[in-house]
């Protein structure tokens, strides 16, 4: 078996409930590389949760019947290993036939064997496992990213960073390029509910805008898997403080009548179609990234993964969690 547990491996479906099929890969060798590029510290990638959704969870009740529900998983960001996504669904294909009392017990099972295979006994935080009824019609209702769409970012623009006119094709880059994010300034009559921020305070009112969040998403975030080069697709979202208070001397300034160049970041993002990556790494890069780039006041990145072997996963990451967001599910899911 490789460091990367099964994934990519013939296996076989175990019809026995087996918790040792969980394997834990840790989060430092993903954390390491982001180091070495951008600086950031595996501790400011450690604030945040992964959520898994799982559509196929079955086991009996004890007359032998089989039931079936969905799953949302948390895993806290600061536990020191990820659960390999293959051997989740082995593991929860594990549980078909075994006898369960009541719903509670087979959560309890789950949170149990994820915590003993990620060693999270020591954190503040532990992980969690809530079971839907298919009965309940509000059970993970589809939800709709925040801020503003920016995948038309780059209609009739001009690329400056590759000095490529519009119509021109963009590049399909080897891998990550952050040195293309940039700021660029607000029109006078923008507003900042313009930029995907909230509050609709205008531009020219400069003491307010620095207290507003810029907020954008994209559903054109494509990563491959590092392991099986199979594509991963998705949908980002990122909200954003800029620091305007910074003294020059420690960090760039950012004017308080800037804002991210929304063409810049949605070329960023389209970098990460050749790049291999779990996609807690691939969150956690961006995040590093938009960190080094423009030292935020605060942020957030998320990403809705698209589904595969029945299970979705969501990473996020904050810079407090005092910013957290509540867990949800986008309609490709």
């Known amino acids: 078996m490789s460091i990367h547990g099964v994934l990519g491996e013939t296996s ?25 590029k951008s600086g950031v510290t595996a501790d400011a990638l450690s604030i945040g949760v992964d959520w898994w959704h799982c ?21 806290p960001a600061d536990s020191e290993f990820i659960i390999e996504s293959k051997s989740l669904k082995l593991y929860l294909n594990s549980l078909n036939f075994t006898e369960f009392s009541s719903v509670k017990q087979i959560q309890q099972t789950i949170e149990n064997d994820l915590s003993n295979a990620l060693q999270t006994s020591a954190l503040q935080t532990s992980i969690t ?3 839907f009824s298919l009965q309940d019609p509000t059970a993970l209702p589809i939800a709709q990213a925040n801020g503003k769409n920016i995948d038309n970012a780059l209609d009739n623009t001009l690329d400056t960073v590759n000095d490529n006119t519009a119509n021109q094709k963009l590049a399909i880059l080897d891998d990550v390029d952050a040195g293309m994010l940039r700021l660029v300034d607000i029109e006078p ?4 509910d313009d930029v995907g921020g909230i509050g609709g305070v205008s531009a020219d009112n400069a003491d307010s805008v620095d207290s507003e969040v810029q907020s954008y ?8 898997c590092p392991v099986t080069n199979q594509p991963d697709w998705g949908t980002v979202q990122i909200d954003i403080v800029l620091d305007r208070d910074t003294d020059k001397e420690s960090k760039p300034q950012t004017s308080k009548t800037q804002k991210i160049d929304e063409a810049s970041l949605l ?28 030292s ?35 309609l490709r899911q």
Not at 58 to 75: E, H, K, N, T, Y
Not at 189 to 192: F, G, I, L, R
Not at 217 to 224: G, I, P, Q, Y
Not at 299 to 328: F, H, K
Request: aromatic residues 10%.
């Open 55 to 75: 559509f196929e969870l079955s086991w009996l009740d004890p007359r032998g019947v089989s039931q079936v529900a969905m799953a949302r998983l948390a895993i």
């Open 12 to 36: 076989s479906y175990s019809k026995v409930y087996d918790p040792k099929i969980l394997y834990p890969i840790a989060r430092s060798l993903g954390r390491d590389e982001i180091y070495k």
């Open 267 to 294: 070329e960023y993002i389209l970098t990460y179609r050749q790049h291999n990556g779990f996609h807690e790494q691939c969150v956690e890069q961006i995040f590093a990234d938009l960190t080094k780039a423009f």
């Open 217 to 224: 998403h994209s559903h054109l975030l494509r990563s491959n």
């Open 296 to 330: 935020p006041k605060q942020l957030m990145v998320r990403a809705w993964y698209t589904r595969r072997g029945g299970i979705d996963i969501n990473p996020c990451r904050v810079s407090s969690m005092e910013i957290m967001p509540q867990p949800s599910r986008l």
């Open 129 to 131: 496992a809530d079971i």
């Open 189 to 192: 009559k923008e507003s900042v």
